[in-house]
Structures are given as C-alpha cells and as structure tokens.
C-alpha cells in the first residue's frame, strides 16, 4: 500500500541518512568517461581554495538525498511533491560547494521523468520545472547533461507535436509550452553544442504560425540570436522568412531542413533583432 504521507516518512528517514557521506557514495569527482555523462562534477571556473564556496545545509541536503527516491513512486501525488521539494531544497543551496555533486545525484531521476509514457502529464510539466530550475543553478556545468541526456526527451516532444495538435488538445499545448519556457532558460544559461542549436531553432519556428505559441516562439528565438544568430538567420532565409536576404534562395543549400515552408509574421526578423 503506497504511504499516505510521504513528506513525514522524507522527515523520519532523516536521521538514517549521512548525506554527504552517501551522496559522494555515488558521485565520482575524477571521472571524465563520456559514458557516464551525470559523473562529471567539476566545474571549468571552479574557485581557488582559498574562494571556495561554503557548505550547504545538512538538512537541506538529506532531505534532497531522501526526497529523490520518491520520484519513482508509482503514485503521482508523491512524485510531484518530491520535485516540488527537490526544486525547493536546491534553489537553497545555490552559491553552496554542495549544489554541483546534488544536482550530479538527482539528474538522472530527475530526466527519466520524461520518458515517453513513463508518468503522468503533471509529472512531465513539473519535472520540466524542476530542470529549468536546475540550468539556471548549474549553467555552463550543464551542458554535457543537456546534451546527453535531456536534449533527446525535449527534441521529442518538440518533434511529435504539430500546429494542429497544438490546437486542438490543451495537453499537447501545455507541454510543448513548457518545453519552449525551459529551453529558453537553458539557451539563456547553459552554452549549447551546434547541433542542438540548430534543431531547437528549426523545430520552435514551426510553430510560429501557431497563434497560441507564435509570442514564446519568438521569446525563444530572440534569447538565441545573440549566441546562434547565424542559425536563425540561415533558417529564416531558407524559409523565405527574411524579407531582403542577402542570398537568393536557390543559393542557399537544403541543409537537411524539412521540405516546405513556415507561416510567421512579415515582420519576424524586426521582432528578433
């Protein structure tokens, strides 16, 4: 029988777990095996001794530890208060030198919630939450995560769904806005490699004839200029998007794009920048 109190069973199991101890348990600070992607845990820009961050919270730390087991939890209720709490516990250990090696222990977990037909609907939008919080706290730390292991659930979703869908099940809306809000915080925090780049520009401006998604599209492709603005720029002229392309289109190669045309506003390239 599930247990009708999670978060008192979170609190019990407190005095059972040395988190620290059990968290470098699983963590292995010198691994750089491509095969384990959620094993790297040391930042680029990590500070000096003598500048190294303060110690996170122990109880913020336990209850993290212990929190994350019930995100399997076969009932929905337990697993969206177990990333409710997660995402509660590492926004407050943020600036701590216990945050990285966390955020290493839960990630896993954490992206097998979005696993196709793996949980419930609210369970996918609040782990998408928790992850756009997540990229927030780890910035550039994140990027061999985003694109190992979050970039294939995220590329999916964007992938299956259509402007008609969109349209016409609230459910296909509210997700493919939620993955549009959470790729928008990792453009704008975490570097990206050139392929995810490139895929998360041409599969957003689909949906910029969509009238319910048209201003996130745009909110998105504008945070990407700055740092992938030959991409938008290529995909917009291809598309017949620019008004007064510096190519003409026959010049431009295919460059493996679906075959087609995409619907945006005239005045898409004004609003962009």
Not at 57 to 79: D, G, R, W
Not at 179 to 201: F, N, Q, S
């Amino acid at each position: 029988m599930a247990d009708p109190d999670p978060i008192g069973k979170v609190l019990g199991e407190l005095d059972d777990v040395d988190g620290y101890d059990r968290m470098a348990e699983f963590v292995d600070f010198g691994s750089d095996n491509d095969d384990e992607p959620t094993k790297e845990v040391a930042p680029t820009d990590a500070p000096a001794d003598d500048e190294e961050d303060p110690a996170g919270s122990p109880l913020a730390i336990k209850i993290t530890l212990v929190t994350q087991n019930f995100l399997s939890s076969e009932t929905t209720a337990h697993q969206l208060i177990s990333l409710k709490i997660l995402q509660n516990t590492l926004e407050a250990l943020q600036s701590t030198r216990d945050l990285l090696p966390l955020i290493n222990e839960v990630w896993p977990s954490l992206v097998h919630r979005l696993s196709k037909d793996r949980d419930a609907f609210y369970v996918t939008l609040a782990a998408c939450d928790v992850i756009e919080t997540v990229c927030g706290l780890g910035e550039s730390w994140m990027r061999r995560r985003v694109r190992d292991d979050l970039w294939v659930h995220l590329r999916r979703a964007l992938k299956e769904a259509t402007v008609e869908s969109v349209a016409n099940r609230a459910s296909e809306k509210s997700l493919v806005e939620r993955v549009l809000g959470t790729m928008r915080t990792v453009v704008c925090r975490v570097p990206l490699d050139d392929h995810i780049a490139w895929d998360l520009a041409w599969l957003s401006m689909r949906f910029l004839e969509s009238s319910v998604l048209q201003v996130l599209v745009v909110d998105l492709l504008r945070a990407m200029v700055p740092a992938y603005g030959d991409k938008i720029w290529l995909i917009l002229s291809k598309y017949g998007l620019l008004t007064d392309p510096a190519l003409p289109l026959d010049a431009i190669p295919n460059l493996g794009l679906p075959i087609g045309r995409i619907k945006a506003p005239r005045d898409i390239a004004q609003q962009l920048g």
